[in-house]
C-alpha cells in the first residue's frame, strides 16, 4: 500500500521555524515530483512549494517566497518542507502530495499524505 507520512507540525510562535517531513512508503517515489499543500479551516488547499524528482527545480507560492524551501532526499524517500518566519496567516493543515512531472495544481497530484497541522500563534 503506498503511504505518504507527513511529520514535523505543531505550535510555534510567530517568526519561529519549523520543518516538516513527509516519508514515503509501499513504493518509490524517487523519480516523482513532490508537492507541498495547505488547507485553512473554510478554505481550499493551496500549493506552497514543489520539488522535480532531482531536486533541480523547486516552485513556491509567491506567500512564502523568501521563507520555505522545499528540498528532497531521494535516498530516504523524503521531501522536506522548512519554514522560516512564520505568520500566523501560514496556519493550516499542510499536506505533501506525488505525481509523475512537477506541477502546482492541486488536481494533477495523484498521491496524499494524511496531513499535518502548522499553527502560528501571534
Known amino acids: 500500500q503506498v503511504q505518504l507520512v507527513e511529520s514535523g507540525g505543531g505550535l510555534v510562535q510567530a517568526g519561529g521555524s519549523l520543518r516538516l517531513s513527509c516519508a514515503a512508503s509501499?513504493?518509490?517515489?524517487?523519480?516523482?515530483?513532490k508537492g507541498w499543500f495547505r488547507q485553512a479551516p473554510g478554505k481550499e488547499r493551496e500549493f506552497v512549494a514543489a520539488?522535480?524528482?532531482?531536486?533541480?527545480?523547486?516552485y513556491y507560492a509567491d506567500s512564502v517566497k523568501g521563507r520555505f524551501t522545499i528540498s528532497r532526499d531521494n535516498a530516504k524517500n523524503t521531501v522536506y518542507l522548512q519554514m522560516h518566519s512564520l505568520k500566523p496567516e501560514d496556519t493550516a493543515v499542510y499536506y505533501c502530495?506525488?505525481?509523475?512531472?512537477?506541477?502546482?495544481?492541486?488536481?494533477?497530484?495523484?498521491?496524499w499524505g494524511q496531513g499535518t497541522q502548522v499553527t502560528v500563534s501571534s
Open positions: 502530495a506525488a505525481k509523475r512531472g512537477v506541477s502546482v495544481q492541486v488536481s494533477e497530484y495523484n498521491y
Open positions: 509501499g513504493r518509490t517515489f524517487s523519480n516523482y515530483a
Open positions: 520539488i522535480n524528482w532531482n531536486g533541480g527545480s523547486t
